[in-house]
């Protein structure tokens, strides 16, 4: 049972040390508080302008949430379609790992430019970087399938979106749920770039606010709910690969139990 | 004379352009089970495939008791070296997998493939996930999916080398009563001459080397019922050159 405890123990000391390094330098004044606030300073933002930092995360989760849930949707369809045509999958491949080298930052401006102040630019440009990660992770997925399982199903007769339900799916649901959480993480990045650039409400908007009144206690609470809700969304997906894929929990222990014994 | 159950008659076998057997003509009768002996990388896989109606032989005609399946696939019942149950469902579902396929309500199906887990010796393992069984009774649960395809002609390939010595030797005992308790009628494809022996009433010898230019072809048959397990033996490893 040490082992366990270690690794929990390890990252939760690194994470403690830095953050007492950092209260000291600002305490002991070798950084002046209006560059770099110390993390007491932090939370104490945090929780004296709460209501209002809320209010600000609902907007950026709704926007990332939606925008979320169109990425995979698009990435989905991609990625069933790559697998059924390979015309299509030639066609698109390059196209869609072109738009990824795109910078974010530098087609956000444009698409306030196109679409106007309002949430529409925030999730175009969140499905813009969600869709890529899970149509990748799923059609390599898709793919990743044992052939002889496709056989032996074509030799009882199996329809292709039999195959399709009962092997490929299956076959690419972990790397899905793997491609979905770096999706989350971007979703929530993307809404608040898009933010920055002009919104009425967002954390982007909200720290765009803090920074021009060099507020940066409360800029830095806001970094700090950003990464909580990165944090939380993975966990989230976590949790949801755990309902989803009972097999592979099982798995997972019988090949511990293998490495144990 | 009645038409054999399975009868494949002088297949031509080739990976595109590339030859890999000829002339190969091998049947089964009604509930025998015959055997086909090859070294690795002769081509068995290809002829199966073929058989089973995966793939369109080059030339020649596969019958289903004179029936021309050449080429269609799911009527005969054909099982693999792996044992390639669905990780993503249970030991029942997978059993079942066939009629649900099928179209038959997953109620029914699920009942149907319950009531024979004690037939194949699988009873208790129903809710599992295949993860969670041995080498040996994954291949029961294989062997049971096979069968609910309800073909009573069934072509294995290798179906017991992936198991251990022992769990081999059991299984294929216990596989070939099995086939005389449900009146199947089946072809193994194994490189194993005991096995071969042990199991087969009949034994083909399919032998080539197709990756070196040697076309395969079935170069002997010898029936073990009439020349015993000893002559069987000597004139097998005699017609595999392994004298």
């Known amino acids: 049972m040490r082992l366990p405890s270690k690794q929990k123990t390890v990252p939760a000391i690194a994470v403690a040390a830095v953050l007492a390094v950092w209260q000291a330098a600002c305490s002991l004044g070798l950084i002046p508080a209006f560059m770099l606030p110390s993390p007491i300073a932090v939370v104490s933002a945090l929780v004296s302008d709460f209501p209002l930092i809320w209010s600000h995360t609902v907007t950026t989760l709704l926007e990332a949430g939606l925008g979320l849930a169109i990425g995979v949707v698009l990435g989905f369809i991609l990625a069933v379609l790559m697998d059924r045509y390979q015309t299509f999958r030639l066609a698109i491949q390059p196209l869609i790992t072109l ?12 698409l306030v430019l196109w679409l106007g102040y309002g949430i529409l630019p925030k999730v175009v440009l969140i499905v813009l970087t969600t869709f890529f990660p899970v149509a990748v ?125 | ?63 289903l008791r004179g029936e021309d399946i050449t080429g269609v696939p799911g009527r005969v019942s054909y099982m693999l070296q792996k044992d390639l149950l669905l990780p993503s469902r249970s030991i029942l579902d997978n059993a079942a997998l066939p009629l649900i396929v099928r179209g038959v309500d997953r109620d029914a199906a699920r009942a149907k493939a319950g009531a024979l887990f004690a037939t194949f010796g699988l009873e208790g393992t129903e809710g599992l996930w295949p993860s969670q069984l041995s080498g040996g009774m994954r291949q029961r649960a294989a062997l049971l999916r096979t069968y609910l395809m309800d073909n009573d002609v069934v072509l294995l390939d290798e179906p017991f080398s992936a198991l251990d010595a022992i769990t081999r030797v059991e299984l294929r005992r216990w596989f070939a009563g099995m086939v005389r308790e449900l009146g199947l009628s089946a072809l193994v494809i194994t490189h194993d001459v005991d096995e071969a022996i042990d199991l087969g009433s009949r034994i083909y010898v399919f032998d080539g080397m197709p990756r070196k230019g040697i076309v395969s072809r079935i170069v002997g048959e010898v029936d073990v019922r009439s020349a015993g397990a000893d002559a069987a033996r000597t004139t097998l490893m005699g017609l595999l050159g392994i004298a």
């Open chain 1, 99 to 110: 738009s990824q080298t795109v910078p974010t930052i530098a087609i956000a401006p444009l």
């Open chain 2, 1 to 63: 004379m009645a038409a054999p159950a399975l009868e494949a008659q002088s297949l031509t076998l080739s990976w595109g352009d590339f030859a890999v057997a000829e002339g190969v003509s091998v049947h089964v009768d009604e509930g025998e089970l015959a055997c086909i002996v090859g070294r690795s990388g002769c081509g068995k896989t290809t002829l199966f495939h073929a058989l089973a109606g995966l793939e369109k032989p080059a030339g020649g005609r596969v019958l």
């Open chain 1, 137 to 261: 992770s799923l059609a390599d997925g898709f793919a990743s399938v044992d052939r002889d399982i496709i056989d032996l199903m074509r030799t009882m007769n199996a329809s292709n979106l039999q195959i399709f339900v009962y092997a490929k799916l299956p076959a690419a649901a972990e790397q899905f749920f793997s491609g979905l959480k770096i999706s989350a993480t971007y979703a929530i990045v993307s809404a608040v770039i898009a933010e920055w650039l002009g919104g009425m409400s967002g954390l982007g908007v909200y720290m765009t606010r803090v920074r021009k009144s060099f507020s940066y206690d409360k800029m830095f609470a806001s970094i700090l709910v950003i990464s909580a809700l990165s944090l939380g969304l993975m966990r989230l997906i976590g949790l949801l690969e755990r309902v989803c894929l009972p097999w592979k929990q099982i798995e997972r222990k019988e090949h511990g139990k293998i490495i144990a014994s």
